[in-house]
C-alpha cells in the first residue's frame, strides 16, 4: 500500500512564498513520475505541476510557471512544490500523487494517471 503525505501548507499573503513536502513509503519512489495537483471550492481537481521519476523533467501549467518549481529527492523518497509570489487565485488543497505506471517516459497531466493521492494540504493566499 503506498502512502503519500503532504505538508508545508498554511496562510500567507499575497506575494509570499510557501513550500509543499510530500513524502511517500509504499513502493520504489524513485520510478515513478509524481505530480502535484489543487483543488479549489467549487472547482474541479487541477493538474499543477509533474516531474519525472530520475527528476530531469518538468512541466507545469501555464498559470504557475515562473512562480512554483517541483523537484524530487529520491534518497529521501520526497517531492516538493516550491511556490512563490503566490496570488489569492492560488488558494485550494494541494495534492501530491504518484504515476501509477513505473518508468514512464512522458509526464501525464490528467488525475486518471494517478492512481495514489495525498490526503491533501490547504493553501491560503489572503489578498
Known amino acids: 500500500q503506498v502512502q503519500l503525505v503532504e505538508s508545508g501548507g498554511g496562510l500567507v499573503q499575497a506575494g509570499g512564498s510557501l513550500r509543499l513536502s510530500c513524502a511517500a513509503s509504499?513502493?520504489?519512489?524513485?520510478?515513478?513520475?509524481m505530480g502535484w495537483f489543487r483543488q479549489a471550492p467549487g472547482k474541479e481537481r487541477e493538474f499543477i505541476a509533474a516531474?519525472?521519476?530520475?527528476?530531469?523533467?518538468?512541466y507545469y501549467r501555464d498559470s504557475v510557471k515562473g512562480r512554483f518549481t517541483i523537484s524530487r529527492d529520491n534518497a529521501r523518497n520526497t517531492v516538493y512544490l516550491e511556490m512563490k509570489s503566490l496570488k489569492p487565485e492560488d488558494t485550494a488543497v494541494y495534492y501530491c500523487?504518484?504515476?501509477?505506471?513505473?518508468?514512464?517516459?512522458?509526464?501525464?497531466?490528467?488525475?486518471?494517471?494517478?492512481?495514489?493521492w495525498g490526503q491533501g494540504t490547504q493553501v491560503t493566499v489572503s489578498s
Open positions: 509504499g513502493r520504489t519512489f524513485s520510478i515513478y513520475n
Open positions: 500523487a504518484a504515476d501509477r505506471s513505473p518508468l514512464r517516459s512522458v509526464l501525464r497531466v490528467s488525475s486518471a494517471e494517478y492512481d495514489y
Open positions: 516531474i519525472s521519476w530520475s527528476g530531469g523533467s518538468t
